[in-house]
């Protein structure tokens, strides 16, 4: 098992910056893909941003690409989401979780998820 317990959310200005961090504890996080979705109000749970294992790797859905930066700290446990440049449409519950598969993008490859923590972004 691995639990996941994301924070850092909160609201902000259009054009603001928020930093969303997700603790592991359990099993061996270096040995676990991780993810960032995101569901907004009425929408299904989609991508956002994943990084592979060591953190060479980074993967971003096309509406974050340039705003959003994943990143991980294995020696922390910790998985990062930076994000920049916030819209409106990026209001959400962000959720973070991990896997096996590199590049996964979709929610049924991940195994573990955290409970979630909203974004919310005013114009």
């Known amino acids: 098992q691995v639990q996941l317990v994301e924070s850092g959310g909160g609201s902000v200005q259009a054009g603001g910056s928020l930093r969303l961090s997700c603790a592991a504890s359990?099993?061996?996080?270096?040995?676990?893909?991780m993810g960032w979705f995101r569901q907004g109000p009425g929408k299904e749970r989609e991508f956002v941003a994943g990084?592979?294992?060591?953190?060479?790797?980074?993967d971003y859905a096309d509406a974050v690409k340039g705003r959003f930066t994943i990143s991980r700290d294995n020696a922390k446990n910790t998985v990062y989401l930076q994000m920049n440049s916030l819209k409106p449409e990026d209001t959400a519950v962000y959720y973070c979780?991990?896997?096996?598969?590199?590049?996964?993008?979709?929610?049924?490859?991940?195994?573990?998820w955290g409970q979630g923590t909203q974004v919310t972004v005013f114009a």
């Open positions: 979780a991990a896997g096996l598969r590199l590049g996964a993008a979709y929610v049924g490859e991940y195994i573990y």
């Open positions: 359990g099993r061996t996080f270096s040995n676990y893909v």
């Open positions: 990084v592979s294992w060591s953190g060479a790797r980074t």
